[in-house]
């Protein structure tokens, strides 16, 4: 077992920070006000140079990160109000703008405080477009910020400054996004509510919460991430949110382009290329990305298109509409897992010559916004989504099996069709002289799966064709099933300002949810020489209504501007999958009377910024986790391994999770009439860190084996560390990475046999380096990826990409050439 090996890392993470210094871009924040020092409330305060608008809240306070630094170009307006233009120079903090009604005549100056610097994470504000975020634990991360291979969507980077994450490196390629946290199974972002532009993107939002589809990371403005008190607003989920805010249109160009081309390892090419822009009161963005390689193992190869295209008009000043299309399709061969012995001989082994994987996602999405009038707005979108996926290969329960040419294979389609609506109601009021913000907001949502697993033809090419099944079929049975749905949910939050400094914020939720299944299960009787005898149906409908209510509070003190103590607990619930309710699968079997889940989720933590160098967040947190679905080893017939999937019992998760950024260099530490282009005026250096200390046990089961053990998916150490450093056009960025070990299964089996699905998944540790330069419209990038070449796996998995181990990729490198016109 890897013990932690934090105390050899460090003098060499010490030595790199020396080495290094990253130019942060900085944050524009302050106050809109009236001429009589009133807050104006729903205000846009609008930075030109980058086409970005921020919302004041209740106190008329607004915040723009990741801007330039330098002269900006300000634009700030309100209803009722005379807009105001005018230039700031940034790095600075604590601007005051005042705006004066229609019938004045004078505007009173722009007061600039001292300067302040920015940092790489960032959190929401309490209130932001038709969302509450107060009293809750979020995150921010802004990609231009960064300094990282954004091209192959390398999770592990773009979300280093999120602590307690456990990622799940499933291709190089950053194809499918697997995150977890806090002990929630990362697979394909299961257990958040994933959005791109605040709709839905997975296959199914409560049957089969899973997604294939991952926004390019070049083309995402912000990634928002709202712990398990997003479960009010945003649905039942025990993780929380996950939101992909795109790219918009250049409001001062009438075609903006962007073109990124980026060569790699294994024979990597990624291509992404936009254009936006603004015509009178209509305005665009679009992309199309082509990315492909042939991975660190043989058998690797992929082959992905994305296209993105994003249309609105403003009819009035308080009235925009748009609407968004997104494609994405990819091929992968899968090189298939392996089992302790293969991985210990040689990780970058693959004895799976025929095993595929196709995706074709289509998104479609119509919104509206529309101001009532200052304090008010009302949202509404509209969103649907035709998809498959289709899996095709050989995946015997042991995986050191040789794999024939004359074998049938498993294939498993999947096809999904839903839609569903939203609107939202946010008003800012005042009730005998105290601030209030009420939120209102309703979803219907109704899906259709149709999935069908069978016999899939021999060869070794990507055909997915059902054929009739043989004796040389290497699955059992066949199913073809539908899986409706219905949804339908109300939801009502409020902040109550009690004083300038404390607020309390209740929330309620209404669910209800029809699931049902109708399908024929064909089992398969054979002789030992693999004759068919006999064909069994079974014909199953199963159809499950429920409806239940969902409570919330929330918290939040600020004895002063830059400190912030919240608290706040919210209950959860997360409904059987359609994977929960029927699947053949070798590896794994379905316990028939599974439950769904429920519990609660509470945060309690400190945020803040100190001196203008230190920005922090420390929070504890806990997880109630009833009938957490889990799966135990248990043994076949022939003494084969095999998974038991159901309810393992109560399962609580606690833990501290703490980040912290230092600004150790700045520009504003050079004399004060230092030229802006001096070296010593650009250059900059901050360190970050953070880590996630987490305890989680089954407290309650009827199973002996599952009981006081160690929850699976939880690290006990999540520890990142990193730096940004630059010198002029010069950036750099270093990043380490360690997980102490972890287990697969709730009876924390440290081996699975000749199948590999469970057991230990090791310590782990790894090294990322990055640098880039920037002149004008020229921008040149490097990364290396896993500097180390450390061997080392994150995930043993049951079914496809497996099943068995995936060794994660060794040693890559990437160079980037971006242009913007």
């Known amino acids: 077992m890897m013990r932690f090996p934090v105390y050899r890392a460090l003098p060499l993470l010490l030595t790199l920070l020396l080495a290094l210094g990253a130019r942060a871009q900085e944050t524009l924040r302050g106050r809109v006000l009236t001429t009589a020092a009133k807050p104006v409330i729903g205000g846009e305060v609008y930075v030109k140079s980058v086409g970005r608008t921020a919302l004041t809240d209740s106190t008329g306070r607004f915040e723009l990160r990741g801007l330039p630094a330098g002269v900006q170009q300000v634009q700030v307006s309100a209803l009722g109000f005379q807009a105001l233009q005018t230039e700031v120079r940034l790095p600075a903090d604590g601007f005051t703008f005042e705006l004066r009604s229609r019938d004045q005549t004078t505007l009173k100056e722009v007061v600039v405080a001292a300067p302040k610097t920015t940092f790489g994470q960032t959190r929401l504000r309490e209130v932001e477009g038709t969302a509450i975020f107060a009293a809750k634990k979020s995150e921010v991360i802004v990609p231009e910020n960064l300094v990282a291979n954004l091209a192959t969507n390398n999770a592990r980077q773009v979300y280093a400054r999120v602590p307690g994450l456990n990622i799940w490196e499933n291709d190089g390629g950053g194809l499918q996004l697997s995150i977890g946290g806090r002990g929630l199974d990362p697979n394909r972002t299961s257990n958040f509510n994933v959005r791109q532009n605040n709709y839905d993107i997975s296959a199914d939002a409560l049957g089969y919460p899973e997604s294939y589809y991952t926004p390019p990371t070049e083309a995402v403005q912000r990634i928002q991430l709202v712990r398990g008190a997003a479960s009010l607003q945003y649905g039942t989920q025990f993780g929380g949110l996950l939101n992909f805010e795109m790219r918009g249109p250049d409001p001062n160009h009438k075609a903006a382009i962007t073109s990124r081309q980026t060569v790699g390892s294994f024979g990597f090419f990624n291509s992404f290329n936009s254009v936006g822009g603004t015509v009178g009161k209509l305005s665009y963005y679009t ?44 091929l992968a061969q899968q090189p298939g897992g392996l089992n302790d012995k293969q991985f210990a001989q040689n990780p970058r082994q693959s004895n799976r010559e025929r095993n595929w994987f196709a995706v074709d996602w289509n998104l479609f999405n119509v919104n509206a916004d529309w101001k009532l009038s200052p304090k008010a707005n009302v949202n509404f979108i509209g969103f649907g989504l035709l998809a498959s996926r289709k899996s095709l290969g050989f995946r015997p329960n042991q995986v050191d099996r040789r794999d024939e040419e004359y074998i049938g294979r498993d294939l498993i389609t999947g096809d999904f069709r839903n839609y569903g609506f939203e609107a939202r109601f946010l008003d ?10 009420l939120l209102m907001g309703a979803r219907y949502y109704r899906g259709n799966t149709h999935s069908i697993q069978g016999f899939g033809p021999a060869g ?28 339908v949910a109300a939801f009502a939050e409020n902040i109550f300002y009690l004083s300038e400094k404390f607020s309390v914020t209740p929330g309620v939720r209404y669910e209800y949810i029809l699931t049902r299944s109708n399908g024929t299960l064909d089992v398969i009787n054979r002789d030992l020489a693999g004759n068919i005898i006999q064909i069994r149906s079974q014909d199953e409908h199963r159809e499950s209504g429920r409806g239940f209510v969902l409570g919330g ?22 409904s059987i999958t359609f994977s929960d309710m029927q699947i053949v699968n070798p590896s794994s079997v379905i316990d028939p009377n599974l439950q769904d889940e429920r519990g609660y989720s509470a945060d309690l933590g400190v945020r803040g910024e100190k001196t203008g160098r230190l920005t922090y967040d420390v929070s504890l947190f806990a997880l109630n986790y009833g009938n957490r679905i889990g799966e135990i080893q248990e043994y076949d017939n022939l003494n084969n391994v095999y998974r038991r999937r159901l309810n393992a019992g109560r399962a609580f998760i606690a833990g501290l999770e703490t980040y912290g950024e230092l600004e150790l260099l700045h520009w504003r530490d050079a004399p004060a009439d230092a030229a802006a282009e001096s070296p010593a005026a650009r250059t900059q250096w901050s360190v970050f860190g953070n880590v996630a200390l987490i305890r989680g046990r089954y407290v309650e089961s009827q199973l002996n084996e599952v009981r006081g053990k160690r929850v699976e998916f939880v690290p006990d ?10 010198y002029g056009p010069f950036k750099a960025s270093l990043q380490y990475v360690y997980l102490s070990d972890q287990y697969s299964d709730a009876t924390n089996a440290p081996e699975g046999g000749g199948s590999a699905v469970i057991g230990l998944i090791p310590a782990y540790q790894i090294l990322d380096a990055s640098l880039s330069w920037e002149r004008r419209w020229l921008k040149l990038e490097a990364s290396v990826n896993n500097l180390a070449d450390a061997r080392y796996f994150t995930r043993r998995a049951t079914a496809y990409p497996g099943p068995g181990i995936l060794p994660s990729d060794g040693r890559s490198y990437f160079f980037t050439v971006g242009v913007k016109l």
């Open 717 to 726: 150490v999540n520890l990142k560390l990193g730096t940004r450093a630059g």
């Open 553 to 574: 509070l929330g918290l939040n003190y600020k004895p002063r501007e830059q400190l912030e103590i919240y608290g706040n607990v919210s209950q959860n619930y997360r």
């Open 460 to 487: 070794r090419g990507a055909d997915f064709s059902f054929v009739a099944p043989d004796q040389f079929a290497s699955t059992r049975n066949r199913s073809d099933y539908r899986f409706p749905n219905h949804n």
């Open 428 to 437: 800012r009021y005042q009730v005998a002289g105290k601030d209030g913000v």
């Open 287 to 330: 992309f199309v990305q082509y990315k492909r390689g042939d991975g660190w193992r043989p058998n690797s190869h992929f082959d992905s298109k994305t296209a993105y295209a994003d249309v609105r008009y403003q009819f009035t000043d308080n009235l925009k509409v748009g609407a968004q299309y997104t494609h994405m399709d990819y």
